[in-house]
């Protein structure tokens, strides 16, 4: 394992928590059980004292599964066009 990964994942919530809150089943998943499935998962992010290097080490690695730093997939996805778009942005207004 990678150092900064463990220096932050060994005190994260999700430690000793069920995987199958964070990430979804081999089998078809219902919308329905997704996101209550989901909510379980963020509502232990909402208290993890390392929620944002959680965050930070999916949208670096664009790890393509399961729900980190409190964001889902599409959430993550969608940080990351919003982040992209930013410079450019930036740089018209100028």
Not at 30 to 52: D, G, M, Q, T
Not at 76 to 94: H, I, K, M, S
Request: charged content about 35%.
């Amino acid at each position: 394992m990678d150092a900064a990964f463990g220096s932050w994942w060994e005190r994260g919530v999700c430690r000793g928590q069920d995987a199958a809150y964070f990430f979804a089943p081999s089998y078809f998943e219902k919308r329905a059980e997704k996101n209550a499935r989901e909510a379980i998962a963020k509502a232990l992010c909402v208290r993890c004292p390392v929620r944002e290097p959680c965050l930070e080490f999916a949208l670096e690695t664009r790890d393509p599964h399961g729900v980190w730093g409190g964001m889902n997939e599409m959430e993550r996805r969608a940080l990351l066009r919003a982040r992209d778009r930013e410079p450019t942005e930036r740089r018209e207004a100028v």
